[in-house]
């Protein structure tokens, strides 16, 4: 797929200055620029952002992938004129994000009263691990730490090893969704209700305890906190990954009544939509060891395309359980275009794998318009629009103000 640098899309005139590093302000930036905001990525002078130093074989993959549709700005901001510089980008722009651990943007001189001064309908995006407020608001916080104390960690792996973190930046990304959302909720606030500018406390630690599954409220319920399962669920049975005879894996979902009745008639045990000891949902997460060894037994005397063929003939909900590069190569996938090959001189055969735009608008989609930025690759373009002209620039990079 090529990039559309004249796309059309709708968040056209939406300018976002980001002032974040890493993942959770990225993330709410990406979705942003992929639905056609300006999002303009200030970064600091030598290397920039940090996430451009995630990836492999020497290759940026997470920037190239997260910074699409991004343009880059290198700006000391412990320079006076630097600062002078963000504020008359302010002026013209719809928000303003930043990770600073909590008072940080007040200690650079960038309060959200400062900004605002320079454009009361700012609206101001401060990704934190606790947030502004309460008794860790001062602390750092990375998403290890996050996934750790919201209970994800304590509930995640199998019940006779220790907890288990996510190898993936996931309270951040959870949390850059979120941000995402908010922003967009603080647009309509400004732009329909002629509302003023305001500040989203966003921390990391909230948006993933919203997605846990009510363990909190479960806890108050019964006075246990939910424990390792490994892949089983402590609502619904069957649900399990189950090998296949040709060493391949299958997941399984019975998780409606319905389908769990489905799947014991379509492997030959409809006895068990009468047994008490299955009949119930409630009856079958109780035997949740009986139930897997039923169901596994019967999957593991099959290879995976005659579990996938046979399953989807009965309509009952499984499906492989996929690598990356299996993935890559799915029917499904390829035919939805979920993934897209964009152009990109550093990887293997010129191109990188990445998203499509998600999610899919039927009337004004969001598109891949232009490629990450490098350091600094846009720093001309952006003076000039804020009307620095080619001598005033030179001398803002002589003086290392911008590079």
């Known amino acids: 797929m ?6 059309e899309c709708p968040l056209d005139g939406v300018r976002v200055l980001d002032l974040s590093r890493l993942v959770a302000g990225n993330m709410s930036t990406h979705v942003l620029a992929d639905h056609g905001a300006d999002v303009i990525k200030v970064e600091p002078p030598g290397k920039g952002d940090p996430l451009r130093d995630w990836g492999a074989d020497g290759i940026s993959v997470q920037w190239k992938i997260y910074a699409r549709n991004k343009r880059s700005i290198v700006m000391n901001l412990r320079d006076e004129r630097g600062k002078a510089l963000l504020l008359d980008m ?48 001062n602390r750092p916080g990375f998403g290890t730490l996050i996934e750790g104390m919201s209970g994800f960690a304590m509930k995640t792996g199998f019940p006779d090893r220790p907890p288990t973190l996510p190898n993936m930046a996931l309270a951040d990304m959870v949390a850059g969704l979120y941000g995402a959302f908010a922003v967009m909720t ?126 989807e003939k009965a309509e009952v909900t499984a499906g492989p359980v996929y690598d990356a590069g299996q993935l890559r190569e799915d029917p499904h996938v390829l035919g939805r275009e979920a993934l897209v090959n964009m152009p990109e001189p550093e990887a293997p055969d010129g191109y990188m794998p990445m998203h499509n735009i998600i999610p899919r608008l039927s009337e004004t989609p969001g598109a891949i318009r232009r490629a990450a930025p490098t350091l600094g690759q846009d720093t001309d373009d952006i003076l000039a629009g804020i009307g620095l002209d080619a001598a005033a620039i030179k001398d803002m990079r002589n003086a290392g103000v911008v590079a």
């Open 90 to 137: 302010v002026e013209g722009a719809q928000v303003f994000v930043e990770n600073f651990r909590t008072g940080g943007l007040e200690k650079m001189g960038l309060s959200p009263e400062t900004l605002w001064a320079r454009n009361p309908a700012l609206i101001i995006l401060r990704v934190t691990g606790f947030g502004q407020t309460g008794p860790y608001a």
């Open 2 to 7: 090529d990039y559309r640098p004249d796309a």
């Open 186 to 311: 603080a647009l309509r606030e400004v732009e329909h209700k002629g509302g003023k500018g305001q500040v989203i406390d966003l921390s990391l630690l909230e948006p993933l305890m919203s997605i846990l599954g009510g363990d909190a409220a479960l806890h108050h319920v019964t006075g246990k906190a939910p424990m390792r399962t490994g892949n089983r669920s402590l609502t619904a049975s069957p649900r399990n990954t189950y090998q296949t005879s040709d060493g391949s894996w299958l997941a399984i979902s019975g998780s409606m009544q319905a389908m769990a009745m489905r799947l014991f008639r379509a492997i030959g045990r409809e006895d068990m939509c009468d047994d008490p000891r299955y009949a119930t949902n409630a009856a079958r997460v109780v035997r949740a060891d009986e139930v897997d060894k039923i169901v596994g037994d019967w999957v593991g005397a099959r290879t995976l395309a005659e579990n996938l063929s046979f399953f």
